[in-house]
């Protein structure tokens, strides 16, 4: 398959990418299937902003409980932001989501590593 056949399938909307480094950061199943939903849904900046319950029920059926807990790992292992959305009326609405780029967040590592052989830090 060539390149321009790739990006066509991908368009067409017969599957979604996911970063290969996820599997680094040993996550929950919950997580990781929350993580994956919301790859899933996210534009091409990587937010979306599906509720709690759609979630779950896109993700096996999971609890909301299950999946607050799966956010709040992705939120402490820095692969997901959340900020909450108001209404005109200023009553809260679904949260917007926004998945970190993990290529972006590898090469900053390396990147602060190459620094510390350096001497650069403490």
Do not use: W
Request: proline share 2%.
């Amino acid at each position: 398959m060539t390149y321009t056949e790739v990006q066509n399938f991908i368009k067409a909307g017969h599957f979604f990418l996911v970063p290969d480094d996820i599997l680094d950061y040993g996550l929950s199943p919950a997580a990781f299937m929350v993580f994956f939903y919301l790859c899933h849904c996210s534009d091409a900046v990587g937010s979306s902003f599906p509720s709690r319950k759609n979630i779950g029920d896109n993700c096996g059926g999971i609890s909301v409980v299950t999946v607050d807990k799966a956010i709040k790992e992705l939120l402490e292992c820095g692969l997901l932001e959340k900020y909450h959305r108001f209404d005109n009326d200023h009553m809260q609405t679904s949260n917007m989501y926004i998945v970190a780029d993990l290529k972006k967040r590898k090469k900053a590592f390396t990147d602060i590593k190459k620094e510390i052989r350096k001497g650069n830090f403490s």
